[in-house]
């Protein structure tokens, strides 16, 4: 057994994995963490078409994200009094958190650039394969997943990749492009991976409080090094960044990190799938691109996907009690 920390008021540790035994962490989530995650793909799925829509260099719009959204959450974090005391965390907890914001910083840092090297379609295709780094990082952990979740998987990206469509230009650019993609969808199934972790014994408050700043700061570093253009923008884009900061990022990326104190990063990655198919379908909205004709069953064939995954957590064993927090 390993022993991850014991909760506040709780008698016995939290432990990860058991003997070698099966995961239990793709255990069905609970109605209101379906609900929340529900919010949070309405939330992710803004920040493609306010992006889109924002007159600002790539990585500028990345910090400014985190950086806005970092005036939100550290001060709420500092003016709860328990949630101060707790921003106090464990050594452990504390680097993994500063860690997670790095690996933030590194996905937006890898996947914004990518869509201008690349196409659009192969940039959301590759960075969608997230819930396969997820399960695999996880598995190498020590988790095991039944095979229908494995299915399950496959069908999401299969999914996403409907929608996207496969387009393939060869050029040294474009495949630069590809791997920046790719590597952005790792290191956003690592920080999920890291999150939920953390999440274990530290709030989603705190936890936030110290990985939005550390992603922002990160991110302001390479925004100084590389020379991108951090103000001078027009009044209708600042208005954007500051809606990135709050649908996308507050009320997308935190509601998902609320959740992953009980739901597994593979099931959380799948369900931000959903986040293709919701940016579709605001830009056809607000943007006046009309929709893929694909938009209707790749939904369908994610959903399946997100159903074998969630269903096949009904085999998975009760978890070890994880302590309350919030």
Not at 147 to 168: E, T
Not at 219 to 235: D, I, M, N, R
């Amino acid at each position: 057994m390993v022993p991850l920390g014991v909760g506040k008021g709780v008698g016995r540790p939290t432990f990860l994995v058991v003997d070698g035994a099966p995961s239990t962490s793709l255990r069905r989530p609970a109605a209101g963490s379906t609900l929340l995650m529900v919010v949070g793909v309405l939330g992710t799925s803004t920040a493609a078409p306010l992006i889109k829509a924002a007159v600002a260099p790539s990585l500028a719009i990345a910090f400014w994200r985190m950086a806005m959204a970092s005036g939100v959450v550290v001060p709420v974090a500092v003016g709860l009094s328990g949630t101060r005391r707790e921003l106090r965390m464990g050594r452990r907890s504390g680097r993994l958190s500063v860690l997670a914001g790095v690996l933030l910083a590194g996905h937006f840092a890898c996947f914004i650039p990518a869509v201008s090297l690349t196409t659009v379609a192969s940039a959301v295709a590759l960075v969608a394969m997230q819930p396969a780094w997820a399960a695999l990082i996880l598995r190498v952990r020590g988790e095991r997943m039944a095979g229908q979740a494995w299915l399950g998987v496959g069908l999401a990206i299969c999914g996403a990749l409907l929608l996207s469509g496969v387009d393939v230009t060869v050029s040294g650019r474009a495949l630069f492009g590809d791997v920046l993609a790719l590597v952005g969808g790792a290191l956003a199934a690592s920080y999920r991976v890291v999150g939920a972790e953390v999440r274990r014994t530290v709030s989603t408050t705190a936890y936030t409080a110290v990985c939005y700043p550390v992603a922002a700061l990160a991110l302001l570093a390479v925004c100084l090094v590389s020379g991108q253009a951090l103000g001078g923008y027009a009044g209708s884009t600042w208005l954007r960044l500051a809606a990135l900061a709050v649908l996308a990022q507050l009320l997308g990326h935190s509601v998902f990190n609320l959740v992953l104190k009980t739901v597994s990063p593979t099931i959380v990655s799948v369900a931000l799938l959903f986040e293709i198919v919701g940016a579709a379908l605001l830009a056809a909205v607000f943007l006046g691109q009309r929709p893929p004709a694909a938009a209707v069953p790749a939904a369908a064939v994610i959903a399946l996907g997100t159903f074998l995954v969630i269903r096949s957590s009904d085999k998975a064993p009760a978890v070890s009690g994880a302590p309350p927090v919030d």
